[in-house]
């Protein structure tokens, strides 16, 4: 990736801390954005959208929306939309399904396996990336794709979190 994209690195020491990112997270985002979420299965994708999600006063479940394809959380004249692509079978489902439209508006969307919709998924305004941490947690690695992105991280990198730093 070019070198105008700022990449911040945060070691998160358990479900808290992670649901805590999401929630820091949440101050951050701002309508039209788009944030990708990647990793593998288990990484804690679905557990940091909930943060975010109850941060911004959801109190309903909040679930992975691998059946539905998309969940639509409506705060404060905001809509969130939690997108999850896992089950497409390729690409073009992106847009048999019409979601390309949600992408088009003021809302915010929260993109889980976004790679299976590419090329069709408009571009990511902040990119992150959940894993396993070698000795516990997650390792979650955020990387700006925009503007917007890069304002978002700098908010978000500013505000003090529960989690440990890196792992060097």
């Not at 999600?53 to 409506?74: I, M």
């Not at 089950?87 to 073009?92: A, D, G, K, T, V």
């Not at 847009?95 to 090329?119: K, N």
């Not at 990119?127 to 997650?138: F, K, N, Q, T, Y």
């Amino acid at each position: 990736m070019p070198d105008d994209h700022l990449t911040v690195a945060v070691a998160l020491t358990d479900e808290a801390a992670t649901l805590d990112f999401g929630a820091r997270l949440a101050a951050c985002l701002h309508a039209g954005m788009s944030v990708w979420l990647e990793g593998d299965l288990g990484a804690g994708k679905t557990t940091l959208v909930r943060g975010l999600l109850r941060a911004v006063g959801v109190t309903g479940t909040v679930r992975s929306p691998t059946y539905t394809l998309v969940e639509v959380h409506l705060v404060s004249g905001l809509n969130f939309y939690h997108f999850d692509f896992y089950r497409f079978n390729q690409p073009e489902d992106f847009l048999d399904a019409g979601l390309d439209e949600y992408f088009q508006g003021q809302g915010v969307c929260l993109v889980e396996w976004p790679e299976r919709a590419a090329p069709y998924l408009p571009p990511a305004d902040l990119r992150i990336a959940l894993s396993l941490a070698p000795d516990h947690g997650r390792l979650v690695r955020c990387q700006t794709a925009s503007e917007r992105g890069r304002r978002c991280l700098a908010l978000l990198t500013a505000v003090p979190c529960s989690s440990s730093p890196p792992p060097a």
